[in-house]
């Protein structure tokens, strides 16, 4: 069983925040969903301060072993979740982690301060890919900016943070060492790339946005050469993803000093692939002694 900043999970396999609507997913499952929950915690969609309607279609396009998505992060707002959402989240059979958002340090503190207030939250992430207002710049392409807000946050919670980090910068250990230094409990890397796809039917830009971020296999190797280049420079742990669609995925991101890996594009295909993953890393870890050696040596 393994334990992810204090946290006691059955196994290592979480979704990727915004690739499983699990309120959704009851809806269609029922409560045959709790039998079998494809994750041993549970990353909500991002929340934002105020509510989202998210972009206009075209949202998301495929591309070879991979999809292009800008979603515009429809949500709730922060009221809305903690109203509506939050108690249905509450009912899973896994603990939660609520991804967060917000342009500025204010905003921030408030949307940590009210979520951490509540018992029903295991831990939040703070999803970073995103402007300051102040400064134009994304804080999580900018190692100053990231530990700034860490310092801000870490005092309102005990709750662990998650710095959820974007891999569209040239060196994103130095981010994760900025983290850990502002105070965050782990990091989760990778985000999406950023990416572009024109529709051959019309010659212009195949989702609305113009561009998005790039999941799935495709990125899988650029993945796994951040999460070693992080897991080098930082001691906190690590929650792995991109692109992962197998337990032998899943165990090259343990093995390269990952303690909990996420599992994204994959459950677009295949809502259970969670569940698949896990069993499959299970045999993968059983079998692979230099895979389990490498975890013992975490
Ligand atoms: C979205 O466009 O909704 C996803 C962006 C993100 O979570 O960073």
């Known amino acids: 069983m ?7 999970l059955d196994h290592p396999v979480v979704n990727a925040s915004g690739t499983y609507d699990a309120i959704a997913a ?20 991002t929340i934002t301060p ?12 495929e591309t070879p072993a991979g999809m292009i998505n800008s979603i515009g992060l429809p949500n709730k707002g922060l ?3 903690l109203a509506e959402d939050l ?25 940590v301060a009210g979520v951490a207030a509540r018992d029903e939250v295991a831990a939040i992430e ?23 807000l860490l310092e801000a946050l870490r005092p309102l919670t005990g709750k662990p943070l998650i710095v959820k980090l974007t891999p569209n910068v040239a060196n994103p250990e130095a981010v994760a060492v ?28 195949a989702i609305a946005a113009g561009h998005g971020g ?31 669609s197998s337990g032998a995925d899943a165990a090259e991101f343990i093995a390269a000093g990952a303690t909990l890996v996420a599992v994204g594009t994959e459950s677009f295909r295949d809502p259970q692939a969670g569940s698949r993953i896990a069993k499959e890393l299970e045999t993968e870890m059983s079998r692979v002694p230099a895979r389990v050696q490498a975890l013992h040596l975490e």
Not at 89 to 104: C, R
Not at 214 to 226: E, F
Request: aromatic share 6%; proline share 9%; with cysteine.
């Open 87 to 111: 108690p249905q989240l509450a009912e899973l059979p896994v603990p939660l982690i609520v991804s967060a958002m917000a342009t500025n340090r204010e905003d921030f503190s408030r949307m």
């Open 26 to 45: 009851r809806r269609v499952f029922g409560d045959e969903l709790f039998g079998d929950f494809p994750f041993s915690a549970f990353v909500s969609k």
């Open 2 to 8: 393994p334990e992810f900043c204090g946290i006691e």
């Open 178 to 205: 900025a983290a850990e230094e502002g105070g965050a409990d782990a990091v989760s890397l990778i985000n999406t790339l950023k990416a572009s796809a024109l529709d051959p039917a019309t010659g212009k830009p």
């Open 79 to 81: 009221d809305g979740f």
């Open 214 to 244: 790039l999941s799935g296999p495709a990125v899988r190797p650029i993945a796994l050469q951040q999460l070693r280049a992080v897991r080098a420079a930082v001691e906190i742990p690590l929650v792995g993803m991109g692109g992962i």
């Open 50 to 61: 105020e509510a989202r309607a998210g972009n206009e279609p075209r949202r998301i396009w």
């Open 126 to 148: 703070l999803n970073v890919s995103c402007p300051n207002v102040h400064s134009g710049l994304i804080v999580g392409e900018q190692p100053g900016e990231t530990e700034a």
